[in-house]
């Protein structure tokens, strides 16, 4: 509580006729014991609009994710992967939006409803980032909470490790093993089959370099603390300190991070995708739906759907992660 704040309280208590001392007392301690770290959070939060509308529509496109084939049957469209010819015009091309036939986003070169479509790509994209992100997340906080706690040859090894993996150019880097991997029965014995797999294994290979880096930075800080300190004197074992002292100093930084790297594994699958080596077809992908629309501009629908659907989600993420930060970081946050 600011000195202002203890000012206007016991002028108000002044006002209701009781003593400055009793209305400030009073105050304090219901403040005090009304403020939870939860509370606090959730009320920062939810005071930022553009945050709290951006996460009504990521549970909304999850709904829409899970309950993509009765949304599709209740429309009255086809599945995402039946081809109908009488769809085309007379020339072999692709016919646009039509409610009249049900076909609210036009259809593909081959006679397949985009609607069904850009609805079960909102699977895709969101099956890879979440799990992608969840792989990312357990290596990269592993190994920085490893190599910030026990420094050392430790810390210069897995250090070593991410600087080389940083020095590749993660895209090529994926292309290359996406490509390794798509082709034939696999890669490494057959163990990755193509399609998501892959993906999934591709981002995350190359995403936890970055989620290390942060953990071992803050552990380095965290361990020189005096609670970490009083849990060696009481005789604590290393794993003890690192799961039950540090790994809960350090939910706030991954719940961020991990908000603001999803979209970023949302694009990058649509960037496999797109280039050829993410998810095979006929499954429905945003990314391989805008590669095949690059080939036939005149189809305005094939790529506007897809691409405003991508825009969307990589937005709403990214407003969600400021949010976040904002409000689990007030001092740093916008003004």
């Not at 909102?122 to 890879?128: C, E, F, G, K, T």
Request: aromatic share 10%.
């Amino acid at each position: 509580m600011s000195v202002g704040s203890d000012l206007l309280a016991a002028d108000a208590a002044q006002a209701d006729g009781g003593l400055p001392g009793d209305g400030l007392i009073e105050t304090s301690g219901a403040d005090v014991a009304a403020q939870s770290p939860l509370q606090l959070f959730w009320r920062r939060f939810r005071t930022d609009r553009v945050a709290i509308v951006s996460l009504v529509f990521i549970v909304g496109l999850i709904l829409v994710a899970i309950l993509a084939p009765l949304i599709v049957r209740l429309a009255g469209a086809p599945g995402p992967n039946v081809q109908n010819t009488k769809l085309l015009d007379s020339f072999g091309d692709p016919t646009g939006p039509s409610f009249a036939h049900h076909e609210y986003f036009g259809v593909d070169p081959l006679g397949r409803d985009l609607f069904a479509r850009v609805l079960y790509g909102a699977r895709v994209s969101l099956i890879v980032a979440f799990i992608a992100t969840g792989l990312s997340l357990v290596i990269g906080v592993t190994a920085g909470m490893v190599a910030g706690f026990f420094r050392g040859w430790v810390d210069s090894l897995i250090s070593r490790s991410i600087d080389v993996l940083l020095a590749f150019p993660i895209l090529l880097l994926a292309l290359g093993l996406g490509a390794a991997c798509s082709l034939g029965g696999g890669c490494f014995g057959g163990l990755l089959k193509p399609g998501l797999v892959v993906v999934i294994f591709v981002i995350a290979f190359v995403n936890w370099t970055y989620i290390a880096r942060i953990i071992r930075g803050q552990v380095l800080s965290l361990r020189e603390k005096e609670f970490v300190e009083a849990s060696r004197s009481l005789g604590a074992s290393n794993s003890r300190i690192i799961f039950r002292e540090l790994l809960p100093n350090l939910v706030a930084p991954i719940i961020v991070y991990a908000t603001l790297i999803i979209p970023q594994n949302v694009l990058f699958e649509a960037a496999l995708s797109y280039l050829g080596v993410g998810v095979q077809p006929p499954t429905a992908s945003w990314g391989a739906m805008l590669a095949d629309a690059s080939t036939n501009l005149s189809a305005w629908w094939y790529m506007l759907f897809p691409g405003v659907a991508l825009l969307l989600t990589v937005l709403a993420f990214n407003l969600v992660g400021d949010g976040l930060q904002d409000a689990l970081h007030p001092r740093g946050g916008r003004s």
